[in-house]
């Protein structure tokens, strides 16, 4: 049984980082393409960024290019999301996802397997 736990949230001032952490267990990890995914209250979930099974090629919305950074360590089955120069934009539910496809996953549809979340409050 996969399972993804995330780890990091919290409360954060305008302009400040955070670093969210996502272990993922139950398979080999190096074959899963990682993603992060967020959710604001009343919109719809959407891709913030996302990183390749080598981890040579990442993806990221147009909102958080040049603030936030996926990385992985294979060594250790974890996925971050660093994220700097926060807005109150930011804030929301952000969610680790782990993809069994070759590419990518930008897509809801790509993921096979979702954590719970953790919650980003950025005030201003």
């Known amino acids: 049984q996969v399972q993804l736990v995330e780890s990091g949230g919290g409360l954060v001032q305008t302009g400040g980082s955070l670093r969210l952490s996502c272990v993922v267990s139950?398979?080999?990890?190096?074959?899963?393409?990682l993603s992060w995914f967020r959710q604001a209250p009343g919109k719809e979930r959407e891709t913030v960024g996302a990183i390749s099974r080598n981890g040579l090629n990442t993806y990221y919305t147009d909102s958080v290019k040049g603030r936030f950074t996926v990385s992985r360590d294979n060594a250790k089955n974890t996925v971050y999301l660093q994220m700097n120069s926060l807005k109150p934009e930011d804030t929301a539910n952000y969610y680790c996802a782990a993809s069994t496809r070759y590419y990518i996953a930008k897509e809801s549809g790509d993921i096979d397997y979702w954590g719970k979340g953790t919650l980003v409050t950025v005030s201003s």
């Open positions: 139950g398979r080999a990890f190096s074959t899963y393409s």
